[in-house]
């Protein structure tokens, strides 16, 4: 039985989440060993200032899997998403200490084909206020 | 120090294949917080008509990681990593990744082009079955800043 929804049941404009994630030095740690991206500025400051960076940001694809959640989580089966792509356009730092940083994440559907019976949903993530995706968008292939 | 070009459009078919692991996708959902079932529970996935559990959108990332570090971390491509900022990344599946799977990588640099001082690296994996069957393909930017950015 498919979980996604129905073509019918979905319009143009639907909104998706919000969903509100934190990003603390612990989910960074999970990540890096769940991805296998074991890039060290995401872990130690002195590589991070070696490379000009201010402090320890999280994973571009870490965002990007946060953002993929907002998709997820609407279409019920990570199965139905053909297509998932985004642009990195700003860094997510992430502090020591208990708070993390918080990502805001929302979704909108932006086209539907009816033929393929597939939803064309624009993902966008901000932090402080800021984008830190751009162009984000999946292609979810509809029940 | 600009790449080889020499590296540009050849395939590097990578001859360890990625076996997809049931607690690899449960890892990876907790790393993102997830609980959603097809994620955790076989049996959820089986009768949402899938063979084992699926992989989250973006899990391409741990498959491609040896393939693509093999020819990245090549001292003959001449990559300064330390310059190397993750442009872009998209992931396109002609049929959900699950648990159980084989697969096999073939990386491929696309392209090199250089913007305003930056280096653009444009980079594709293929991920097939061991039949040889296309499943997906990861592609990605990365821009090597240069020494004045």
């Known amino acids: ?143 | 120090m600009p790449v080889d070009p020499a590296f540009v459009g050849k395939p590097f078919p990578y001859p360890m294949s990625y076996i997809v692991g049931v607690e690899k996708i449960r890892n990876f959902a907790e790393a993102i917080g997830d609980d959603n079932p097809i994620y955790w529970d076989r049996a959820a996935a089986r009768s949402a008509g899938h063979p084992d559990l699926v992989a989250p959108p973006t899990f391409g990332v741990s498959i491609i990681t040896r393939a693509q570090d093999e020819v990245l971390f090549n001292p003959d491509l001449g990559l300064d990593y330390s310059r190397v900022v993750h442009g872009d990344q998209r992931f396109v599946l002609r049929r959900p990744i699950v648990a159980g799977d084989e697969l096999f990588c073939t990386f491929f640099v696309d392209s090199v082009r250089m913007v305003q001082g930056n280096e653009f690296l444009g980079l594709r994996t293929e991920m097939a079955d061991p039949d040889g069957e296309l499943v997906g393909t990861v592609f990605g930017t990365l821009v090597v800043r240069g020494p004045d950015a």
């Open chain 1, 1 to 143: 039985m498919s979980l996604v929804p129905a073509f019918e049941s979905v319009s143009v404009g639907d909104k998706l989440g919000p969903l509100t994630m934190t990003i603390d030095r612990a989910r960074l740690i999970r990540y890096a060993g769940a991805s296998s991206d074991f890039n060290r500025i995401h872990w130690s400051e002195s590589t991070a200032a070696s490379v000009g960076l201010t402090g320890i940001l999280a994973h571009g694809m870490l965002n990007m899997a946060l953002a993929g959640r907002i998709v997820t989580d609407w279409a019920k089966d990570p199965g139905a998403v053909k297509e998932f792509g985004t642009r990195f356009t700003r860094p997510v730092y992430v502090p020591d200490d208990a708070v993390g940083a918080t990502v805001e994440f929302t979704g909108v559907v932006a086209a539907l084909d009816p033929e393929a019976r597939t939803a064309r949903v624009t993902v966008t993530a901000k932090f402080n206020g800021q984008t830190v995706l751009g162009g984000a968008k999946a292609l979810v292939q509809l029940s």
